[in-house]
């Protein structure tokens, strides 16, 4: 079971963050019109204030711009699953 956070500007929801506790970050999107307006990264961080010391998430292997995303906001990649049915990244940070 998931915990879920909603960002909301000007009576929009303008993105979400959903978790695993105590160690997973599953999805966090933010609506086109709302990108590069910081919203991501204060769902990010509220999120990383609940979680466990080691943290994970897994990031599409064509999605580069989340891959810059955390990497900007200290995490690292660990791992690389391309014979997967969807291919991904796995990225962990520690607190």
């Not at 160690?23 to 609506?31: C, E, K, M, R, Y």
């Amino acid at each position: 079971e998931d915990v879920v956070w909603v960002a909301v500007k000007n009576g929009k929801i303008a993105g979400f963050i959903s978790v695993f506790i105590p160690d997973f970050i599953h999805n966090l999107f933010v609506g086109r019109p709302f990108q590069n307006q910081g919203i991501g990264t204060q769902l990010l961080q509220k999120a990383e204030k609940h979680l466990a010391d080691r943290i994970e998430l897994k990031i599409a292997l064509d999605n580069l711009g989340a891959c810059q995303f955390y990497q900007k906001h200290g995490w690292q990649e660990v791992s690389v699953h391309r014979d997967e049915p969807e291919p991904y990244l796995l990225y962990r940070k520690r607190k």
